[in-house]
């Protein structure tokens, strides 16, 4: 049973437009939240992350939003920029310390 | 500096046999952990360890072993290598601390022929 669900496999968004990416929880529990960014042979690298007792986390071009009782998150990126173009990963705090990740999203950004 | 340092970068196995991806970070982390990365499964965590000599297992720890003898290493093995264990192995740490986020090395691509 999955418990943090990124359920578009793809997203594709033109270049300086806003890249919203989308991410379902389903255990309450979750005390914090994170997003990594993947290129092809390399490891993830950690962009941004919030915790449960707030709604909003700004990094530069990246923003997560928190949703509780809807039990969602998501990751804005605005302005998009080709090197944006990569798999990003939500993933979730469970409470005996293990952080579990979603399947991924892949996201296109076109010139 | 080099943060975490996986080895090897690729390894091809035959079915049955044996072996240990390396793991290294020198960051003082507490926290070390092993994920394998497949097709449309994302990141699944195999095993990890909150101190020297503590392990647990994860999400998929079926045919993995660890140990974490010290605070540096954390060496992920197979005892007996299976086609369903072809992936990319990636290793990561953390401070012990409740809001810090997973550094990750850049993995290991492993075929079990």
């Known amino acids: 049973d999955q418990q943090v669900k990124q359920n578009s496999p793809s997203l594709s968004v033109q270049e300086g437009r806003i890249s919203i990416l989308n991410c379902d929880y389903t255990?309450?529990?979750?005390?914090?939240f994170l997003w990594y960014k993947k290129y092809p042979a390399e490891g993830p690298t950690f962009l941004i992350s919030?915790?449960?007792?707030?709604d909003k986390n700004e990094d530069g071009r990246f923003t997560v939003f928190l949703n509780k009782s809807a039990k969602h998150l998501s990751l804005h990126i605005v302005p998009s920029q080709p090197g944006d173009s990569a798999v990003y990963f939500c993933a979730a705090r469970t409470r005996d310390d293990k952080i579990i990740f979603g399947k991924g999203t892949r996201l296109h950004i076109l010139p | 500096n080099a943060g975490v340092t996986q080895t090897p970068k690729f390894q091809v196995l035959k079915t049955g046999q044996s072996m240990t991806l390396q793991c290294a970070q020198d960051?003082?982390?507490?926290?070390m952990s092993w994920y394998r990365q497949d097709p449309g499964m994302g990141l699944r965590l195999i095993h990890y360890?909150?101190?020297?000599?503590?392990?647990d297992q994860g999400e998929v720890p079926n045919g993995y072993n660890v140990s974490r003898s010290t605070t540096e290493d954390f060496p992920l093995r197979l005892l007996s290598a299976a086609p369903s264990q072809t992936s990319v192995y990636f290793c990561a740490s953390r401070r012990q601390g409740r809001d810090s986020p997973l550094h990750f090395g850049n993995g290991t691509r492993l075929t079990v022929t």
């Open positions: 360890s909150v101190g020297a000599g503590i392990t």
């Open positions: 960051m003082n982390h507490e926290y």
């Open positions: 919030i915790s449960s007792i707030k």
């Open positions: 255990n309450s529990m979750f005390d914090y």
